[in-house]
Each structure stands twice: as C-alpha cells, then as structure tokens.
C-alpha cells in the first residue's frame, strides 16, 4: 500500500462547512472529480496535508445535479468546477470565475454523461463493402 | 486609476509551444488582472478506458503528454497495481525509479531552454538542448524510445538494463552533469538572468498552499513537500529530501529546478547502486476491481489519478488531474501586479504543459 486514502461521505449542503474545517487546519485542495455511475454522479473533492489524503464523497443525479461553490474557501477550485460543469453538467452555485459553459471547447455538450458512441455517428464500414 | 486595455496572450505566442489564452487586464503597462482560457486542444482521452482495457490503457497514460510520458504510465500503473493487490518486483521499481529521474533531468533541461529562450538568451536555450540530447540518447540506449518509452507496464517494467548497460549510462551522465554545472552556473549566477527573475512573480508560502499549487512552483514558496516522499517505487530504500527556497520568486521557482536536476542524478547513482537483480515483472490475471487515487511527482509536481474498476476488463472511470492544471490559478495570482513584459516569463516558471492539461 503506497499511502492510506480516508473518504469520507459529506451531505452537498454542508460542503462548504466541511472544506471551510480544512482549510483551516492547511489542507490543499487535490483535486475535484465527478464519475458517471449509471444515473448518477459521484462528487470527489480530494485535500492534502503533510501527504495525508482525505477525500469528501457524495452522489449527484445525473442530469441537473447542483453543488455550492467551494471557491470561497479555496479560490483555486474554480478550474476544476468549470470542468465538471462543461464535461458532466453539474451546476455549480456561486463559482467566482464561472466560464459559463466555455471552459473547454466541446463538440458535444457535456460529453462525459453522454454514451460513449452517439447514436447519430454511424457504424464504421466492413471491409470489402463499399 | 490608468486607461484599462485587455491585452489577448496567446492561444498563439511565441514562447508557448501549446495554446493557452489569458485576457491581461492592464492600466499602462502594469497587469492588474489575468483571466487564463483553456480547452482549445481538450481531447477527453479519459474516456477512452471505455474503449480500452485495463493493460492496453496504460500506451493511451503514457500518451498523454510528451514530456513526462513515462511518468504518466508509471502512475497509471501503480494505481492499478493498487487496486489489483500486486506486489511488483523490487527491481522492475528501482527500473521505474531510474526512467523517471531521466525524465525529470529531460524535462527540466527543456524546460532550461525555453526559459532562456523565453528572457532571449539564445545561446543558454541552445546549450540546454544541446545537453538535453544526451540525456534522450540514454533514453533511448535503455529503452528504445527517445519520448515515449514504453517500458512500464502493469505488474512492473517491459525491458531490464543490463550491466552493461548500466555502466555506460553512469558513465555518460558524468559527461551530463558537467555539462548542466556549466548552465546551472549561467541560470544562477548571471547578471541578466537574475535581473529578469529575482523578486518577479513572488508567491507567498500561504498563498502556494491556498492556490492548490504543486511541484517546483510549491517547493519554489517554501513548501518542501514532493510525493516521492509517499516512498512509492524505490523511492522508500533511497536518500531523498525535497529541495525548496523560500523567496517565493521566478529565481526560486528556477532554482529549485536547477537543483533537482542533480538530485535526480544523485537518485539515478543510488538506484543504480542498490539495485537487486531479479525478475522485472510478475504476471496479472484477473480485473482491477475497486478504486485508488494515484499520485506520483512529475517533472511539474504531483500528478493525480483516480482510477475505478468494476471487475470487468474495462476502467469504469480513470481521471487525470495534471501539474499544470493545478497550477494555473497560481499563474493567475502571479500576474496581477507584474509588468507586461514580466508575463512571458512568469509563464514559462510554472514550465506550463497544456498536453497534459488538455488530456
């Protein structure tokens, strides 16, 4: 085992709160992730101290979650709260750089909850057939 | 208050080889406010462990960025080899530590060169290079490949260096170090240089760790923290100390990575020295099932990736979260207050990758 990871699962509402307690105590904000897990999405919110890794977990519905803005306690999330709003759709409430939707530039709108081939793209040729 | 003009830098500059945008708000020449862009190259590779499996993924990690590949693959697999419980063999890890530290020295002497290239010492950026050269040449000597090495898979290394080998590598890297002491002593000691760098762009140590900032660009504030320290690889069996300063500037955020390079040196003598012979890899059966953040150091600073299987050949979901990500709201706080010209340069200290950022 390379390191001991702790996840912890917070309620979206108290979010804030929770990120507010460590940075208080130093922690750095890691990193902020979404995963698709059928019709729903998993939030990560990952900080660091001294190399100890503590993770906030809570679960979104796919289409139409919504989460508060942690840019008030940690300026530097707004990179990663662009992102999930421009790849998975998640509405972030209060993000102080909000990019509106144009922090990537996607050829689809939130790419990441959408099925791996859209229906529209046509199934490639078998060899031989013209 | 001056006349406030935006500024457009870039997608296209002349010292980014990759496109970024910032708007630079500037009253006369000061810059007052810098809103960076990001996304013109954004290739959702993350998805394609969807497409992918868990073995093959690892060519598409190392593809991520062509700088700090091997490093990606590194990462990629020790997350895997996480979740799937596997003890990888002592010398395929001291194999790892070897490449990555040849990554580090090649990337931090490109690096050198833009940077010098960047402040117009033309005859500094070609030397860098030149060096730079010789270190790929070892590259490829062990590995076969110059950029993307392909030698790191799931359950330890592809290829093994011979005695041979090993020797004549140690043997040219006392011709690098030589060499890199002659550029280091211009970085750090030349009058021009130092004047483009020293008190530029400072970052607080408080503002580093608020900002989220990683690497040589946290270490450069004071913050001596580097996840070689999670003892990762061989990492746990060598002498190692993270090398910081505390000014917080451009010449810091430089010196940091001119020490490195011989630190990395150093790591590569004593992996070499420690290095048990062995097997290189074990073999994997079975799916990941379960889920790790790996987080590695990379020539930028620590790489983070989130790494989900459900017992299927393919990934559920794999997320990287790159250096240079990381760092942008630092560069961010960098700008506000510098001048104008100052930018080029205050860009080039983070040693921005956007191929890592636009995975």
């Known amino acids: 085992m390379i390191e001991e990871q702790t996840i912890i699962g917070v309620m979206p509402e108290m979010l804030v709160a929770e990120a507010r307690k460590l940075c208080e105590q130093g922690y750095r904000l890691v990193q902020i992730c979404a995963t698709r897990l059928g019709e729903e999405l998993q939030m990560d919110y990952s900080f660091d101290l001294n190399r100890k890794f503590v993770n906030f977990r809570f679960l979104l519905p796919k289409t139409g979650g919504r989460v508060p803005s942690i840019t008030g306690v940690y300026f530097c999330a707004f990179t990663y709260e662009n992102e999930i709003s421009d790849l998975f759709g998640v509405q972030v409430e209060g993000n102080a750089l909000d990019f509106k939707g144009n922090f990537y530039t996607t050829a689809m709108k939130h790419p990441f909850i959408q099925d791996a081939v859209p229906a529209s793209v046509p199934a490639p040729a078998k060899p031989g057939v013209q | 208050m001056g006349h406030r003009t935006i500024i457009p830098f870039g997608p296209q500059h002349p010292v980014l080889p990759e496109p970024i945008h910032i708007d630079l708000v500037v009253e006369d020449e000061k810059v007052v406010e810098a809103v960076p862009s990001i996304g013109f190259i954004h290739r959702g590779l993350e998805r394609l462990v969807e497409k992918k499996d868990f073995v093959e993924f690892v060519y598409i990690a190392e593809r991520i960025c062509g700088i700090c590949s091997f490093i990606h693959g590194q990462t990629y697999c020790q997350g895997v080899e996480e979740i799937m419980k596997?003890?990888?063999?002592?010398?395929?890890?001291?194999?790892?530590?070897?490449?990555?530290?040849?990554?580090?020295?090649?990337?931090?002497?490109?690096?050198?060169?833009?940077?010098?290239?960047?402040?117009?010492?033309?005859?500094?950026?070609?030397?860098?290079?030149?060096?730079?050269?010789?270190?790929?040449?070892?590259?490829?000597?062990?590995?076969?490949?110059?950029?993307?090495?392909?030698?790191?898979?799931?359950?330890?290394?592809?290829?093994?260096?011979?005695?041979?080998?090993?020797?004549?590598?140690?043997?040219?890297?006392?011709?690098?170090?030589?060499?890199?002491?002659?550029?280091?002593?211009?970085?750090?000691?030349?009058?021009?240089?130092?004047?483009?760098?020293?008190?530029?762009?400072?970052?607080?140590?408080?503002?580093?760790?608020?900002?989220?900032?990683?690497?040589?660009?946290?270490?450069?504030?004071?913050?001596?923290?580097?996840?070689?320290?999670?003892?990762?690889?061989?990492?746990?069996?060598?002498?190692?100390?993270?090398?910081?300063?505390?000014?917080?500037?451009?010449?810091?955020?430089?010196?940091?990575?001119?020490?490195?390079?011989?630190?990395?040196?150093?790591?590569?003598?004593?992996?070499?020295?420690?290095?048990?012979?062995?097997?290189?890899?074990?073999?994997?059966?079975?799916?990941?099932?379960?889920?790790?953040?790996?987080?590695?150091?990379?020539?930028?600073?620590?790489?983070?990736?989130?790494?989900?299987?459900?017992?299927?050949?393919?990934?559920?979901?794999?997320?990287?979260?790159?250096?240079?990500?990381?760092?942008?709201?630092?560069?961010?706080?960098?700008?506000?207050?510098?001048?104008?010209?100052?930018?080029?340069?205050?860009?080039?200290?983070?040693?921005?990758?956007?191929?890592?950022?636009?995975?």
Request: proline share 4%; hydrophobic share 40%; charged share 25%.
């Open chain 2, 86 to 359: 596997i003890e990888v063999p002592t010398r395929a890890k001291y194999l790892r530590t070897i490449w990555g530290e040849l990554s580090r020295i090649h990337s931090h002497l490109l690096w050198a060169g833009l940077m010098a290239d960047g402040f117009g010492f033309e005859s500094l950026f070609m030397h860098s290079w030149r060096v730079r050269e010789q270190v790929l040449d070892i590259i490829e000597a062990t590995t076969g490949g110059r950029v993307i090495f392909g030698s790191c898979k799931v359950g330890g290394a592809r290829r093994d260096i011979s005695p041979e080998q090993m020797t004549w590598m140690l043997k040219q890297l006392e011709v690098v170090e030589k060499e890199m002491r002659l550029i280091v002593d211009v970085f750090m000691n030349d009058d021009s240089v130092k004047h483009r760098l020293c008190g530029v762009g400072v970052i607080s140590k408080a503002d580093a760790i608020s900002l989220g900032a990683v690497g040589p660009t946290l270490r450069g504030s004071g913050v001596a923290d580097d996840m070689r320290l999670l003892k990762y690889a061989a990492f746990g069996e060598l002498d190692f100390a993270p090398i910081s300063r505390t000014d917080g500037d451009s010449y810091s955020r430089c010196a940091v990575r001119c020490d490195e390079l011989f630190q990395s040196l150093d790591i590569i003598r004593q992996a070499a020295a420690k290095m048990p012979t062995g097997e290189i890899a074990v073999k994997v059966t079975g799916n990941p099932s379960g889920e790790f953040f790996s987080r590695v150091e990379q020539p930028r600073g620590e790489v983070v990736y989130y790494i989900k299987g459900n017992g299927t050949k393919n990934l559920t979901r794999f997320r990287a979260r790159t250096p240079t990500f990381a760092n942008v709201p630092a560069l961010v706080k960098m700008l506000a207050g510098c001048e104008l010209a100052d930018v080029p340069v205050l860009v080039l200290t983070i040693d921005p990758c956007i191929s890592c950022t636009e995975r």
